[in-house]
């Protein structure tokens, strides 16, 4: 199961049902199966609360995961900061709505096993990425 929750901010304005449809056949299409993968949206000091506390990291991000996968079904907590979403969108003279939807599915890819740390890493996440939003845009052309 899929759910989407806030903590101190305002649920931004997805489409469920879609979402949850293109979670689900993005990770298809690495062999993966939806467990329980559970969103809070939150604000940059609530992410950073969560960095300090469980990474040990003082910085701000994006997108945290917590990934509780087991086998091909993919389970975690990701947490994603709004705010930071909405300034990564400015900075990258992006559409929030897409920049949104690219950290959501972020999350996923990461569960499903593709990772952005290492060398040549964060190209083949950019690229997973781009190939996940097409999809979503071919989805809503249906």
């Known amino acids: 199961m899929i ?4 903590e101190g901010v305002e649920m931004p ?3 469920k049902t ?3 449809a293109w979670i689900k056949a993005v990770a298809e299409t690495y062999g993966k ?3 329980d993968v559970a969103y809070i949206f939150c604000s940059d000091e609530k992410i950073l609360e969560v960095n300090r506390q469980y990474l040990q990291h003082d910085y ?3 997108i945290i995961t ?3 996968t087991e086998g091909n079904r993919i389970s975690g907590d990701l947490f994603i900061s709004l705010d930071t979403v909405r300034t990564n969108a400015e900075q990258f003279n992006a ?3 897409t920049e949104l939807h690219r950290v959501i599915i972020h999350g996923i890819l990461h569960l499903c096993g593709i990772n952005d740390k290492g060398p040549g890493e964060r190209e083949i996440m950019e690229a997973a ?3 996940a939003l097409a999809m979503l845009v071919q989805m809503r052309q249906r």
């Open 33 to 35: 199966r939806t467990g």
């Open 13 to 15: 304005n997805i489409r």
């Open 3 to 6: 759910t989407y929750q806030t």
């Open 18 to 20: 879609e979402t949850t």
């Open 129 to 131: 990425e781009d190939k």
């Open 60 to 62: 701000y991000t994006d």
């Open 66 to 68: 917590f990934d509780y």
């Open 95 to 97: 559409p929030y709505d």
